[in-house]
C-alpha cells in the first residue's frame, strides 16, 4: 500500500474514531494540539451530517425517538455503519437493522420496522421513472394472461410487520389515521403489511390487506400474470385490478416478447 492510501485510511480511521491524540498517531502532521482541533472540527461537521441524512430519510423515526435520542443513534450509527459511498442519500439502508439489534431499543421493537418502511419511502423517491401507460391495459381482453404481464409503479415494495406500521407512519406524515389512533392499533398489537409505491412524484404508503399484499408479491416475482394468479389470485381480480388502477399502484401491461409456454 502507498504510502497516500496509509495517510487516506488514518484520515478516516481518525473522522470516525475517539477525538483524542491517539487517533490522531497515524496521521503526518505537526502539532499535535492544532491537529487535535481541527479533527475535533470534522468529526463535528460529520456527525452533523450524519444527523442531517439520516433525518431526511426518516423524518417519522427522528419523531419517534425524539431530537437528542436520533442524534445520539445517528452517531452510533455512522461509527457502525461509515458511508461507503460519497451520495449520503443513500446513506441508511442497514438503519432498521442496527435499531432492531440495539439493546437500548428493545422496549420499542416497533420502532425497527418503522424504519424499515421509510427506507422503502425513500427508494421509492429516487426508483426509476415508470411512465403511465393506461392504453395498454387493453391486451388484457385479447391475450393469454400467460402472455401478458401487469407493470407496477415505480418503488413498488412490501413490508410485513407484526404492528401497525403504515398507520403510524401515515399518522406522522399525513395525519390520517391521527396519532391517537395509531396509538391505539399499537397497544392493540395491530400487525400490518405496508405497501410502498410511487404514482407520480411522490411515494406514498397504505395497509395493504394480506390476499392483496400476496398477491402484488407475486406479481413482482411471477414471470407472468397467469403465473401471479396461479401463485396468489386474490379474490375478486376484476375489482382489484379496478382499484390497482386508479390507485397509480398498475400503470400498464405489456405483451411478454419470448413467453414461457405453459403446459
Avoid at 387493453?138 to 401497525?164: K, M
Amino acid at each position: 500500500m502507498s504510502v497516500l492510501a496509509e495517510q487516506q485510511q488514518a484520515l478516516v480511521r481518525a473522522l470516525d474514531g475517539p477525538q483524542d491524540d491517539a487517533s490522531l498517531s497515524a496521521l503526518p502532521l505537526q502539532d499535535a494540539p492544532s491537529r487535535l482541533r481541527g479533527l475535533q472540527a470534522y468529526q463535528g461537521n460529520a456527525q452533523a451530517l450524519a444527523h442531517r441524512a439520516l433525518e431526511a430519510a426518516f423524518p417519522v423515526t427522528s419523531q419517534l425517538l425524539g431530537e437528542e435520542n436520533f442524534s445520539a443513534l445517528a452517531a452510533a450509527f455512522w461509527q457502525s455503519h461509515p458511508p461507503q459511498r460519497g451520495d449520503m442519500g443513500w446513506w441508511g439502508e442497514a438503519l432498521p437493522g442496527f435499531m432492531a439489534a440495539a439493546a437500548q431499543l428493545k422496549d420499542e421493537p416497533y420502532l425497527a420496522d418503522v424504519c424499515r418502511v421509510e427506507w422503502a419511502l425513500h427508494r421509492a423517491l429516487f426508483a426509476a421513472d415508470v411512465a403511465p401507460d393506461h392504453a395498454s391495459l387493453s391486451v388484457l381482453l385479447e391475450t393469454d394472461p400467460c402472455d401478458v404481464h401487469l407493470t407496477l409503479a415505480s418503488g413498488v415494495a412490501l413490508v410485513r410487520s407484526p404492528y401497525p406500521v403504515a398507520s403510524i407512519v401515515n399518522a406522522h406524515l399525513v395525519g390520517k389515521p391521527d396519532l391517537a389512533e395509531a396509538g391505539e392499533k399499537l397497544r392493540e398489537h395491530k400487525q400490518e403489511t405496508a405497501l410502498v409505491w410511487r404514482p407520480g412524484f411522490k411515494p406514498c404508503v397504505r395497509h395493504e390487506e394480506p390476499a392483496s399484499a400476496d398477491f402484488i408479491a407475486a406479481l413482482q416475482a411471477a414471470p407472468s400474470l397467469a403465473a401471479a394468479l396461479e401463485m396468489a389470485a386474490p379474490p375478486e381480480f376484476a375489482q382489484w385490478l379496478s382499484q390497482a388502477v386508479q390507485t397509480g399502484l398498475v400503470v400498464g401491461a405489456r405483451v411478454i416478447e419470448n413467453p414461457t409456454i405453459q403446459p
